[in-house]
Nanobody
Framework: QVQLVESGGGLVQAGGSLRLSCAAS????????MYWYRQAPGKQRDLVGF???????RYVDSVKGRFTISVNNAENTVYLQMNRLSPEDTGIYYC????WGHGARKEYWGRGTQVTVSS
């Protein structure tokens, strides 16, 4: 069974930076995509960006140029570096793994980590 654990959230002032981590444990195939989502208070969970095929990244427009997704394969950890944070980035950040090993799609979620950006 795959488990995802996010960490690194906290309170930061506008303009500051945080780096979130998503540590994965269990059996994960090489055919996977790791997504980062966030959910602001009272709003739906929205995609922030993703890492696929181990190196290709995509981001939503609102975070392009500010957020960067990277991976440490040796530690099975994916990172979300967040710079120039604004209050609009406040929310719970979740990592989500989509795994296509053995031709079957499996999906896993972490429990999230809270990010609060003060103005």
């Amino acid at each position: 069974q795959v488990q995802l654990v996010e960490s690194g959230g906290g309170l930061v002032q506008a303009g500051g930076s945080l780096r979130l981590s998503c540590a994965a444990s269990g059996s994960i195939s090489s055919l996977n995509t790791m997504y980062w989502y966030r959910q602001a208070p009272g709003k739906q969970r929205d995609l922030v960006g993703f890492l696929t095929n181990g190196s290709n990244t995509r981001y939503v427009d609102s975070v392009k140029g500010r957020f960067t997704i990277s991976v440490n394969n040796a530690e099975n950890t994916v990172y979300l570096q967040m710079n120039r944070l604004s209050p609009e980035d406040t929310g719970i950040y979740y990592c989500n793994l989509e795994d296509w090993g053995h031709g079957a799609r499996k999906e896993y979620w972490g429990r999230g980590t809270q990010v609060t950006v003060s103005s």
